[in-house]
């Protein structure tokens, strides 16, 4: 399948730990260039950790980005040259940015366009250096530091729900995996450390080094913006902004430190290079409408729970509320929808947590061959209950969802298995991406006129605010460039 992909518990794991294995014998300093074991290393799992973020983004936005990403990083010593350097722009919707020992570094498409000049996005590629050049993932293994690669869904979903318990940590890892949601997380000070250092490459490289702090500002609006958009009440989507620890604190201590130095920004030529990029979901990892999940290219479609949001994966679609966690996901199919549900309470379980259902019921559901099990378990905070709700879409191909919630409560996702159906080849030929388009701001336009052509229903004055980093009382002037999203295929 071309995206959407099995859930496989032990490649996560391997990778969690083999990313934070000791790196045997002492820890080379940050002005040490990287030795040959951090580069197989990080050559090792570069590909694991493409396929997990959707893989690379094609085009001449990725050539840009890998450019001045290896332009700032030929500042930190860690290479004589910038063929040293490994950097991805990844075709995920998530905010996302990271890198693992070896010089491998990567970020999101979503974070890219978010950005609004190129000190930005070097400041974000610089702060990544900083972590590798810093040896963070081995000084928090060395110290014997849970560092895995986690995402806050994970840490969600065991300590509000399960409980701080063996079945929790367990299950959290099987709901986690393939949701685009991963990241190498450190702590407050590691996070500090490589802001410092990212402000140090960014000066050197010439770039004004506020940018820094513009782009964590930038973060913190984004990630408000999305939980009230969501109807939440804080903003713990996992995304770059809140798994590196509370960007708005970081903005104030980031400006403080890049000064009154200046530097270049190249803001027209960022927003230039950036035109026509995708933004929001691939539509060949399904789009998100609203609180509906539609993928044309397996003719599938489903609505969320009132009150729930939904992140779309390359290989899971997570569904999120307060009263329990989902995700929609597929599996090796034979035939057998029984064999099949049962087949995914064992890797939910993995290794350590033998799960089952109690039994498993056959139904149809808007005409499509269905199957469902739970299982009651037990955890930290009292019991759970473990639901899988299977459909058949062809002889081969079968879509779950897995979902969790306190015990008795898993009813709240009935209507949900309930609006799983097979859509059209019009319906699917519908489904349109959006795409940033960078337009010149002329006389007479304003903040609200161009909102407008803005391609959601919903937020959109505060979409475009955020977008170009406008504040409440900023205005446009003509001449001025800034990004719309519009639907373009």
């Not at 391997?14 to 300093?29: E, R, V």
């Not at 949601?181 to 990212?198: C, M």
Request: glycine content about 10%; aromatic content about 6%; proline content about 3%.
């Amino acid at each position: 399948m071309p995206t959407m992909k099995k859930l496989a518990l032990a490649s996560t794991a391997t990778l969690s730990l083999a990313l934070t294995g000791c790196m045997g014998g002492s820890i080379p300093d940050s002005s040490a260039p990287i030795t040959q074991q951090e580069a197989s290393q990080g050559a090792k799992f570069h590909p694991q950790l493409l396929e997990e973020f959707g893989g690379t983004y094609q085009g001449p936005q990725a050539a840009y980005v890998e450019s001045i990403g290896k332009n700032v990083a030929v500042q930190s010593g860690l290479g004589n040259a910038r063929n040293s350097f490994t950097v991805s722009l990844l075709n995920s919707s998530v905010n996302n940015a990271f890198a693992v020992p070896g010089g491998y570094i990567y970020s999101t498409r979503q974070l890219v366009a978010l950005m609004n000049n190129e000190a930005e996005l070097a400041g974000v590629l610089g702060h990544e250096v900083g972590h590798v050049a810093a040896r963070h993932s081995q000084r928090r293994q060395s110290a014997a530091q849970q560092n895995q690669i986690l995402g806050v869904l994970g840490a969600v979903l065991s300590g509000a729900v399960l409980g701080d318990s063996q079945v929790g940590n367990t299950l959290s890892r099987g709901f986690l995996q393939g949701s685009q949601l991963l990241t190498l997380r450190f702590s407050r000070k590691q996070e500090l450390q490589a802001d410092d250092l990212g402000i140090e490459y960014l000066t050197k490289a010439g770039y004004d080094p506020r940018a820094m702090s513009t782009v964590l500002a930038s973060l913190a609006a984004q990630n408000s913006l999305d939980a009230r958009l969501a109807g939440r009440n804080n903003a713990t989507v996992p995304e770059w902004a809140s798994t590196h620890p509370d960007p708005a604190s970081r903005v104030r201590t980031a400006a403080a430190k890049a000064g009154q130095v200046t530097g270049t920004t190249n803001r027209d030529t960022f927003l230039t290079r950036i035109d026509g990029m995708l933004y929001g979901d691939d539509p060949k990892q399904g789009v998100i409408e609203g609180s509906q999940f539609i993928h044309p290219e397996f003719r599938l479609a489903f609505t969320a729970p009132s009150g729930f949001y939904m992140v779309n994966g390359s290989r899971a679609v997570s569904i999120n509320g307060q009263s329990g966690k989902a995700q929609m996901s597929t599996g090796p199919y034979n035939g057998n929808l029984d064999t099949y549900v049962r087949g995914v309470f064992t890797a939910l379980g993995g290794e350590q947590q033998k799960l089952a259902p109690s039994s498993v019921q056959r139904t149809r559901i808007n005409g499509l061959q269905a199957a469902t099990g739970s299982a009651r378990v037990k955890s930290g905070n009292g019991e759970v209950d473990v639901v899988v709700y299977a459909y058949e879409f062809s002889n081969n191909r079968a879509f779950h969802f897995a979902t969790i919630s306190q015990a008795g409560r898993s009813g709240t996702f009935t209507p949900m298995f309930n609006s799983m159906r097979r859509i059209s080849q019009s319906e699917a030929n519908a489904i349109v991406p959006r795409r940033i388009d960078v337009v010149t701001v002329r006389r007479g336009d304003t903040i609200q006129s161009l909102s407008n052509r803005m391609a959601y229903t919903n937020g959109k004055v505060e979409r475009f605010r955020v977008l170009n980093a406008l504040g409440a009382n900023d205005q446009l002037r003509a001449g001025q460039k800034v990004k719309l999203v519009v639907k373009a295929r």
